[in-house]
Nanobody, 121 residues
Framework: QVQLVESGGGSVQAGGSLRLSCQAS????????MAWFRQAPGKEREGVAA????????SYVDSVKGRFIISLDNAKNAVYLQMNSLKPEDTAVYYC??????????????WGQGTQVTVSS
């Protein structure tokens, strides 16, 4: 059973930074992309950043390009999301996902429990 456990959420003022971590257990990187999604109250879950472990390809939603960085640590079986220049509209529950493709939500097999990120103005 693959398990994804997120950490690193919290509250920060606009312009600040946070680093989210996702520890993956029993997951084989060859199984597909790993990604971060987020869901704000009253909104649909959206893809934020995705990385393909096999080739290092990355993809970002336009709203976070230049501010967020997704990365992998193969030795630790972990994926990270460095979030800089945070804005109030980044406020959401952030989810780690694995086993899918890019930002195609329904294709992801494994999900973490989510971690809250709150950005105040």
């Amino acid at each position: 059973q693959v398990q994804l456990v997120e950490s690193g959420g919290g509250s920060v003022q606009a312009g600040g930074s946070l680093r989210l971590s996702c520890q993956a257990s029993k997951y084989t990187y060859s199984s597909g992309w790993m990604a971060w999604f987020r869901q704000a109250p009253g909104k649909e879950r959206e893809g934020v950043a995705a990385i393909y472990p096999g080739g290092g390809m990355v993809s970002y939603v336009d709203s976070v390009k230049g501010r967020f960085i997704i990365s992998l640590d193969n030795a630790k079986n972990a994926v990270y999301l460095q979030m800089n220049s945070l804005k109030p509209e980044d406020t959401a529950v952030y989810y780690c996902a694995a086993g899918g493709r890019l930002f195609v939500l329904r294709e992801y097999d494994y999900w973490g429990q989510g971690t809250q990120v709150t950005v105040s103005s």
